[in-house]
Structures are given as C-alpha cells and as structure tokens.
C-alpha cells in the first residue's frame, strides 16, 4: 500500500474533531437534528499491523438516499462499514448515527441501525425462523411484534417454505436473505448491508431491490457495498468511490460518473487498468 | 511432496507464532514440559543399559504401550490436540493419496509431542546397547512403534471425525463419543489389577502386550537379546502389520472424508415451529438462554465437553479401593468442568457473535442468559452425580458436605467461566468444524488459560471444599451443614459478581471480542 502510515490523532484531538464537526460542518451532525444526516463518518483510521485499511474516510449519507459504497477488492469497504456499525472499533475518527455518536452511545445508535455484514457466519444450528425470531427478542422487541414481523419476512423474502430448516443446510444465497431478514425485524432507519446481492437468484435479488426501494420510499436510508458498477448505477442514487482506505469521489449517481458509465468513470479514479495482454499460453 | 508438507507445517508452526506473543508463550510451555520429560526420560532409558534383559523388556513395553495408547486416546478426548493439515484442505489439490498420507504421518511427527516421542524411542537403542544385532532390533522397533502412535492418532481422529462430523451425529447422539472412550475400561480394568496385586502383576501384563499391537515393537529386542528369534521374527510381523493396518484404515477413513465432506452429508434437519425460542421467555435473556441452549443439544462440539462427565465415575471407580470414599469426588469433579464448560462461549459463536455486537444487546442478557443455559443442563446433572456418588458408597452422612462442595463449585465455576469468556478468547474448533480438531498453533495458549482458570478456581471453591473435605472425613453433620451454607453462599455470591464483572466487561469490550473471534476465524 501507497499511503505513508501518518499516526491518527490522538483521543483528545478526535474529541475536539468531533465537536468541531457538529458546529462546524453544516450538514454533519446537528445532535437529533432534521439536517442530520443518516450516516457520518468523519476522519475514520484503521490499521491492522502494518497495514493502513482504512486511511480517513470522510463520508456523509443524507437521509432517505439509497446509498452505493463501491470499490475494488480490499479497498477498506468491508472495514469501514464494520466501524460505521459497531462492529469494529476505529483507531481514530467517529461515527454519528442520525446524529447519535456511534461510539459514544453504542445503545441508541444500533437501536437504528440494520446490518448485515459479509464473511461472517450466523447461529447457524438455529432454523431460519428461529435465527430471525432470536435476532428480535435480542433487541429487547416483544413476542408479539416479533412472530408477526418473522412471518411477514420469511414470506417477503421467499424462505417461508424452508423456515424449519436449519440455516446451516441453506443455500448461500438463502443464508444472504435471512441475515437481510435478520437486519430488517426491528425496522431499523438505517440498513447498512456488505454485499447482499452476492450469491442471491435473480428473483430473489429483485425481491430483495423491490423491499429496499419501498424502505426507501418511506424515509428509510439504505447503504449498499457492491462492486458490481451495473447494479450500484441502475439501483442507487447516491455513490461513493473507496480505494485504498480513502474516499476518491462520492456525491449523487449523476455527479460522481459525470457523463460516463459509472464502470468507465470508476476506473478512471481507480486506475490500474491492465492491458488484457501477458496470459499467451493461457489458449486451448 | 512429503518434504512439501513438512515445510508447510512448519511455516503454520512460524506463522502461527507471529500472530500473537501468546502463543510463543504456549509453545515455549509446551517446549519446557517436553524438555523435562526427554531428560528424566532419558536418565531413565539410559540406567536401563545396565539392568538385566527381562526387566528392561517389561519396563519398555509397559511404557511403549503406553505412549501408543496416549497417542491413540489422547486426541480423541482432549480438543487441544493438533489438526493443522487437515487434509480437506487438500481436496483440490491433485496429491497422490501415498504421498499424501506419508506426509501428513511424517508432518504429524514435527510439533512437541511427536518430536519427544521420536527420541525417546530412539532412546531406547541406548537401552539395547548389548551387541549389534539388540541395537538394530532397538532401531526396528523404535521405528515400528513411533509409526504406530503417529498413524493410529491419525487413522483413528479421521475416522471417528466423520462418524461425529455427521449430520446423525450432531442431531443429538452426543453420547456415541463416549463408546470410544470406553475402550478405556478394559486398561483401568488392568491398572486396578496392578494396584491390587502389585508390582507382581508387572510382568504378567507386559508378555500379554507384548503380544498385541500395542506392545509388540517394544518387545521385538528382548526376544533378540535372549536370542528368542521365533518371536522376534513374529512380533515384528505383528508390529509392520499393525502399521499397515492403519494406513489402511486412515486411507480408507480419509477417502470417505474427502469424498463427503460430513457438513454436506444427510438430509437436512428440520425442526417444526420455533422450539426453546418460542418457549422461553421473550426477553433477550430468554432468548440468548435458548439459543445456547439449542446449541448445547445441537453443537457436537458442547456434547464433547461434557464427554468426561459420564467416564469420571468409571476412572475413579478404578483409581480407588472399591467402596471407597474417592466416589465422593465424582461431583464436585463434575460440577468444576461443567461450570468451567461456558469459559470459550464467545470463542464458540465464532464469527456469529456479530449479533451480539450489533444487537447492542446488554452484558447482562448475554452472560446471564448464557449461565441459565449452562445451569439447566449442569444443575440437574450435579445434582444426580452427588445423590448417586453417596448411594454407591453408602455414605449418606456425607450427602450434605457434597451437595455444598459440588454447588459451590459449579456456581462459582459459572460466575468465573462468565468473566474468562468475556476477556480471553483461546482459539477452538469452528462451528460445524470437528469437535476434536484445534486451530493452528493454538494448543499452547488453549492449555496455559485452562490451567491459569483453573487455578483461580481451585482457589476460589477453597472454602467450601476444605469444610467439605473436613465434614466427610470426620463423619460431621454439623460440618455438612456447614459445607452447603457455604457452597450456597459463597457460590452465589461469586456466580453473581462473575456475572455482573463479566457484563460490563461485555459491553466495554464487544467490538475487540468481535474483532478476536474475527481473527480466530
């Protein structure tokens, strides 16, 4: 990796970042505010050893957008998303929720957020209506609500045949929609989802598109990862471009791709287009 | 090939090391310990030089067969034991099955326990160093018998690692682990034999091995030192034949491995409606206690850690004199691994304790739901264990002192298991991994946290076991009385402490527990 390994600010430099940040920055956080973005993710650092993966993102998801994160493989998206939910504890930078530091107040941050993180396994010996139904009562929602709204998923997201099945015996693709389901139960105001249309049937993924589309309709935002620039272009409304652990372009479809194809703009920022040349022996 | 593998476990071995200071720490350990039995070991192989023929014949047989059994059993019950190459990883590759099989048996060598295996049975030459011919059979032997303990651990693990992989298995069969371990009856049978009859019985239970394939190549150069070719000639047979047969056997147990993988096997289970889920309460303590609880029946890798409750009873039925008071132990035995069973709770959800983490469920829903599950499967089990240890020795002034000894135990055992779970994860077997298999390199660090939460246990249950151990000895019932006062006590007062210290170090800590259990992955 390029990046020169800059040390991240120390803590009482983020605090002091952070407070400047929501007076500062007029669309960043505004405790509770209406302006309030979704999501923000200020100055955002996270190294592993040696090796800088995330290297100060920036990034602000207005509400109500239907939001792609793009990139190629290891640029930092996974790990981003990981510490915009919760999930990964950043070296540096912060997080605001709708407004609610992430960090600071973990508890009404996550009550409004959805995720489903990719590379990682689930409760897998439960049925899929077990997993869903669990992924409620954890939250603290009651009975009630819960059985309602897993029958209302399971039968959205076409897994009511295989419910009583153990999801250790789904499908990959099976196993993206009830982790979706699982993110979903507690109608939370920001979906936050690592590829989910990876290893899902084509009916199933517009199934999936139709659900998402009606959230967003209704005043729910969504953040998608993908590197699939077709889908990113035709089903978002706002982009980001993420490599090498930063931010090299983000605002809405039209503004980011500026003429071109998204494909095309994208790799022009990233560059590192080869010259489909130096594979001759790979001819049958 | 071969040499291609060898290479690559030890580049496991090194990476394995660079990953955290830890495990440096638990090979050095392991390092240490195998050092001091090499030297105590090889004092002893070399005093052996100047003993008569027939004493060292019985002495190293005895102790061949026994490391062969060690080998064999071993890896079965303990999960700490190595499984680096495991050879579904090699499925895609194009490897011979010979070369394959030679090099993981050679591979299974490198590591601590193969290594001090290997010279001490290459030891045994200097205890043979009685003329030419007693040297080479030394050398034959030695051989015959590292490859017994290497290929038998590894025919054996493959095998039986299918029969507990598959999906009949996970379903709740959970006791059919315990029908290897069985075998162990008829050698406790033979040990309880020497205890009561002495050392007499000694050579008796040596010439009876040295005749079956575990003794056999121990065997082979006192038939050549007393010039007894016939049997040399027989043994050696018996001995090659036996490595044979295990090749056999791990080929055959590998094939069926690689060809059906057990996760993919059997059709898929189904349970009707929500079961425990729906039934608890819908509160997410009720929730994390049924979905632990699903696990504990559905998970082979929970059912193997309950797998020595059942043996404790007949190992110490054979370590004490019949009838006697050492049954009492059974217990509070139970009741320490039992309670201690939840300490890799976190490390068991794997990368699925994301829920956890994103669900911002509260430490104390987490801890205490995972403790009431834990305590619904142990409670009635401790509890049967103690009334039915004080039935067979008929000691029934002594119900009180156990009660209290194996409820403070098992409580406290919790309350610390809650804490440990929290802070330190020690790498175990995956999710839908065999229960038996073990992470890279991680056995070192896996070992040295047991004995540290051992220890802190073991002092934390002082009170009541020292009371306890007072009131049985001396017939008190005051005492009694006073054992399960404090085991009540003083064990629900530490359960709650673990439980409440463990929940806020649960809700400081989640994303670096997330981050672990990532890493471990």
Known sequence: ?284 | MVAHLIRLKLALLRNGLRRSPWQVVGLAFAALYGLGIVVIACAGLIALAFVPVAEVTVALTLAGAAAVVGWWVVPLVASGVDATLDPRRFVTFAVPRRQLLLGLGLAGVVGVPGAVTTLLALGTVVSWFRGPATVLAALVGALLGVATCVVGARAWTTLLAGLVGSRRFREGAGVLLVIPLMLLGPLLSGIAAVVADGAQALPGIARTLAWTPLGAPWAIPGDVATGAWGSALVRTLLAAATVGGLAVVWSFALTRSLESPPATRGAAARTRGLGLIGRLPGTPTGAVAARCLVYWVRDPRYAASLVIVPLLPVLLHFVGSPGGAVMLAVAPLSAFLMGWSISADVAYDGTAFWLQVSSAVSGRADRAGRVVAAAVISVPLTLALAVGSVWWTDRWDALLAVLGMSIGILLTALGLSSVVSARFLYPVPQSGQSPFSSSTGGSGVNLLTQLVGWTVLTLLVLPELVVGVLAIVRGDAGLGLATLAVGLVLGAVLLVAGVLLGARLFDRRGPELMQQVVAMA
Request: glycine share 10%; charged share 20%; aromatic share 4%.
């Open chain 1, 1 to 284: 990796m390029s990046t020169p390994p800059s040390p991240p600010p120390d803590p009482a430099e983020r605090r002091s970042d952070g407070a400047a940040l929501s007076t500062g920055a007029a669309s960043a956080s505004t405790p509770a505010g209406r302006a309030a973005p979704a999501l923000a993710l200020r100055g955002l650092w996270k190294r592993f050893g040696d090796n800088v993966a995330v290297a100060g993102v920036d990034l602000d998801v207005p509400a109500g957008s239907f939001f792609g994160l793009v990139g190629p493989n290891g640029a930092g998206k996974t790990t981003t998303l990981s510490m915009a939910t919760g999930l990964l504890r950043p070296d540096a930078g912060a997080v605001w929720v709708h407004g609610r530091p992430l960090w600071a107040d973990p508890t009404a941050a996550k009550r409004m957020l959805g995720v489903l993180p990719d590379g990682v396994r689930l409760f897998d010996r439960l049925t899929g209506a077990q997993l869903i139904t669990y992924a409620g009562l954890l939250r603290g929602m009651d009975r009630a609500t819960v059985t309602e709204r897993t029958q209302d998923l399971l039968r959205a997201l076409d897994l009511a045949a295989d419910a009583d099945k153990l999801v250790v015996d789904y499908s990959a693709g099976m196993t993206k929609k009830v982790a979706l389901a699982s993110a979903l139960i507690h109608a939370p105001r920001l979906l936050v989802l690592d590829e989910p249309f990876e290893a899902v049937d084509p009916v199933s993924a517009t199934n999936i598109r139709s659900i998402l589309h009606s959230y967003v309709a209704t005043g729910g935002t969504v953040i998608v990862s993908s590197h699939v620039m077709d889908l990113v272009e035709r089903m978002c409304d706002h982009v980001a471009v993420v490599a090498q652990g930063r931010v090299l372009a983000a605002g809405t479809v039209a503004d980011v791709r500026g003429g071109l194809s998204l494909e095309d703009r994208f790799v022009e920022l990233v560059g590192g287009r080869g010259t489909g040349e130096g594979l001759a022996w790979l001819r049958t």
